[in-house]
Structure formats: C-alpha cells, structure tokens
C-alpha cells in the first residue's frame, strides 16, 4: 500500500452566517456607499439598473495576482482577457498596470488596437482567425496560438506569401485528472497530436513556434490541475529542446482561475471554496521550476486568467418592483433587472445586500427579473429582509461575463459607471437608446406603409 503524503493541517474561516429566533442572516448591514459613493445616488443620477465598476478593486486585485506569481517565479506577465469584460475603460486600466491584450476574434482584436496596445503584445487565441484577421496579426508581429491544422496550413501560406515569419505557439489539450477534459481546442498532448503539429511547424521552417499554450478549463477549484498542465507543458518545452535545439520562449497556462463567486449547488460559499491567487502560483510555479530548465533558459510565463481579476470590481445596482405571493406562498419579489443583463445568475448564487436599513426579520423569497419568461431568475431561493417597492439592491462580483455575454431584449441595457481611485464616477458606456439599437436596421420602402 503506497504511503500518503502528509499534509500540515490548514484552519479556515467559514462564511456560514449565524443563526438568530428569526433564521439565518445573510447581512449584517446594509450597502448603501461603493467606494464613498451613495448608492441611491448614483441609481438616481445615472439611471436603474446601473452597472459599478470599482478602478481600485482592479489594480489591487491584479497586485495580488502579480505579486502571488512573480515572489516565486522570475518571468512572469499577464494578458488581459478581452472577452471577459471588453469595456475599453476596464482594459485600460489592466494595460496601465503592465498587462498585455488576449483576444479571441478579429473584433477583439481591433479593440486591442483601438486601445493601443502594441501588435507584439497581443496575443491571438481561438478556434476562428479569418484570413484578413490572421493578415493583420501577421503584419503587427502579434503571438498567434494555433488551434487546429486547417489554421495551420493557412498561416503558412500566408507566411510565404507576405515573406514573414509568423511568431505562433500551439494550445495544448491534455488529461489533468479534471473531468469532463476540455479537448475542444487545440491539440491533444497524451495521443500525439501536440507533436503531430509541433514537427509540421518546425519542419516546414516558415513560422517560428515561440510558445506552449494551454486552457485547461473555467472556474477551475483545483491547483493541482494546472501544477500537471505546466509538468507536461515544460517536458514538452524541454523535448522541442532536445529534439530540435531550440528555446521555447513562453509557456502561457490560460486562465480559468475561480473567483470569489459561489456556484449554483455549490455546500461552500465561494469565499470558502475557491482558491487563493497563491495556491494557483505555488501548484504553476513550482511544477515549471522543477521540470529541469536551465537558469537561462527558463520560459516567460503567461497568465490569462481574467474572471478572477474582475469579478469582485463589479457591481449591478437595482430597484424593486414589486412582490407578490407565489402559489406554494414564498415571496417573490421582482427586480428591475433581469438575466438578459445578469447572464451570470445561471452560473451563481450571487451575493445579494439591500441597499437601505433593514429590520431584523428576514424570509426565504425568489428573486425575479423583469422579463416575460419564466427563465427569469436571479436567485431562486435567498434569505433577505422583506424589500418594498423602489427599495434598491446591490448584487455582488458581477464584473466577469456580463458586460460583454449580455443582451439587448425586452429591455435596453444599463449604463456602466466607473469608480477612480480618487472616488469620483465617471460614465463608460451610456445607457442604450432606441436609436442605439434601430440604428443598424434598414426597412425595405414597400414595408414603410401600412394601415390598420
């Protein structure tokens, strides 16, 4: 019987709340300011429902991701993922802080550009490059990960045609003791496909692989994971050395990092459960160093992780509608916003705070959207104290995936509000007019005229 590995016992704190004669609390005071901000006053200056975004919240939280990964390993950048949260505002202020551009399509791209970040600087992910848009990358020196042999062939011939040399890395799917395995994109390492196109590239000499990249799923609760995907990543980086003496420059380990959210079904609150950025950077680091590179030898590495960034800067502001008595006699109460702007509510149970004083008592209620479909839930079941009509909420870490996931239907979607560091309120993107939305639409002359 092989021996077990001891671990030293660890304490943690449990966010369970308390329980009082009335049941179990889920606040012990009301969110009525956002970084010295009234809540009320910015629902009433800026309109309900309102997106807030917190600049100081960002740049704390990509310090402590930094500062995790680069007290334990010497080369280390990151990329902000544009997908999670494409608002140019809410980019820039990662850019300020020294992170590169991860984009995954020729829209994402363009914004990168917009933004000014530099072409090197950018890295090119995902499964659909248009041939104008992997032109353009090629042109601006950008990192191109490859996704699939079709892709492949293209960059060649375009590489010939253009006389360039491409910088390109490979995605990498492997097993990492995670199931279902994310094997979607990219190519295996454990059947050979990684190698298959690794010996296509460095045969073919028209391209320079310059990096390793993988992603080895979302939301991800497990270091040991990406302490395995790193392990195969270098004995790949180590073989290509080996085989073909040459450097891989980067080993990029995507992102997936879980935020402070909690899951749907999750028995733990989100704060209990996820790991911190230390866990994630301990597991990558460590298996990278040991792996047996040389001093000088050893790859930057490339982090994309993007909802752990952002989750905690955002917040939803909201108003109430109205309640109501459902059949089996919960309360339902119904919000202003709804999952068209909150997609991440089929994902989470998101914290919820009233945003005004409230009374001790509190009882169990179903959070509705404002939307006619029965799908329309925010939180299926929450204990809260009874909310009345124009009495606002805050909904919690909502930065990650609803500002670029959400939809314009039924309603027109919310402004977004930024919060400085100075603790001032600054508009980045105004709330959608009807004009906003019919402007790209186009009547054929015969359908103009009607009468009813």
Known sequence: MKRMQYERPVIQRLNVGVMNKFGKRTEYAPVTHIDGNSVKELLQKYGSPLFVISEKTIRQTLRDANRAFKTRYPKVQFAWSYKTNYVNAVCNVFHQEGSWAEVVSGFEYSKALHNGVPGNKIIFNGPDKAEAELKLAIENNSLIHIDHLDELYLIKELAINAKKRPKVAIRVNMDTGVYPMWDRFGFNYENGQAWDAIN????????????????IGTFMLAPSAYGVAASKLSELALSIK???????????????FASRNTLKGSYLQGADSSPSFDQFAEAITTAILNAGFVENELPLLILETGRALIDDAGSLLGTVISNKRLADGRRATIMDFGVNVLFTSFWYDHKVSPAQEFSQYTEDAVLYGPLCMNIDVIRENITLPPLKRDD????????????????????????????????KAHIIRNRETLNSIQGDEVVPKYLKEFKL
């Open 200 to 215: 296509k590239i460095m045969l073919n000499d028209t391209m320079d692989l310059v990096g390793l990249h993988s992603h």
């Open 242 to 256: 080996k085989k073909y003496k040459k450097n891989i420059e980067y080993i990029d380990m995507g992102g997936g």
């Open 392 to 423: 606002n909420v805050v909904v919690h870490m909502v930065g990650a995936y609803n500002m670029t996931q959400w939809m314009q239907f039924i309603s027109l979607r919310p402004a977004i509000v930024m919060i400085d560091m100075d603790e």
